[in-house]
């Protein structure tokens, strides 16, 4: 099974994955690894440069350090000026990956540009009723902490529908990624508020408990 160039990974690993750590749980260490460990499968799926799709996926939202609305575009920014991806990639791999990292946005209308903005659009999914659940209830709670329970839990909800639902903005790129049976999945909960409410309590439950224990 191939995998990434050792260097890059060593830099990867000791200059950008860190900047992870400054984020919300949501969007911290363990989902830049999973968006890459998936990147990386589909790349090997689809015979994709395994570099371009390694980088692509770490740097996807390192645009965060300057807020979430243009995230995206400052991810491709900092992935373009960085000198060290010089030594690595070709200029118009450059523009490919940059490319890439802008289209991941869930939000955007149009269809990512290249195979590798729908590879990382894709594994930036990670369509888990119960990862997404908690992520919603801990971006909640990080940028909304003047909401009590009842305020996050209809934050909570109108977030899946808003993006989640049959008639929400998030799109699969990929038409046979396993993304397709987690979607409906996830829609099923959606529906089912008596579930998803149980869900939210839940996990509302273990994350100010866990909030309260790291003070």
Not at 3 to 31: C, K
Not at 159 to 171: F, Q, S, V
Not at 179 to 194: F, Q, S, T
Request: hydrophobic share 35%; proline share 3%; glycine share 4%.
């Amino acid at each position: 099974m191939k995998q990434p160039n050792d260097a890059l990974v060593a830099y990867v690993e000791e200059r950008i994955i860190p900047r992870y750590e400054t984020f919300d749980r949501a969007h911290g260490t363990d989902h830049v690894r999973t968006v890459i460990a998936r990147s990386l499968d589909l790349a090997r799926r689809y015979g994709a440069d395994i570099d371009m799709a390694y980088a692509i996926a770490a740097y996807h939202d390192t645009g965060l350090c300057e807020g979430r609305e243009r995230h995206h575009i400052v991810s491709g920014e900092l992935l373009a000026a960085d000198p060290v991806l010089a030594r690595y990639f070709l200029p118009e791999q450059l523009r490919i990956m940059r490319e890439a990292v802008e289209d991941h946005r869930a939000s955007n209308e149009h269809a990512p540009r290249s195979l590798y903005g729908r590879i990382v659009a894709e594994a930036d999914r990670c369509i888990d009723a119960q990862v997404i659940l908690r992520r919603t209830v801990q971006y909640g709670l990080a940028h909304n902490p003047e909401l009590d329970r009842e305020g996050q839990y209809a934050r909570c909800v109108e977030h899946l529908e808003r993006k989640y639902a049959e008639d929400g903005y998030l799109r699969l790129w990929l038409e046979d990624s396993d993304n397709a049976v987690r979607l409906a999945e996830l829609r099923r909960v959606i529906r089912d508020r008596e579930r998803l409410r149980g869900e939210f309590d839940r996990i509302y439950d273990e994350e100010t408990a866990r909030s309260d224990s790291d003070r």
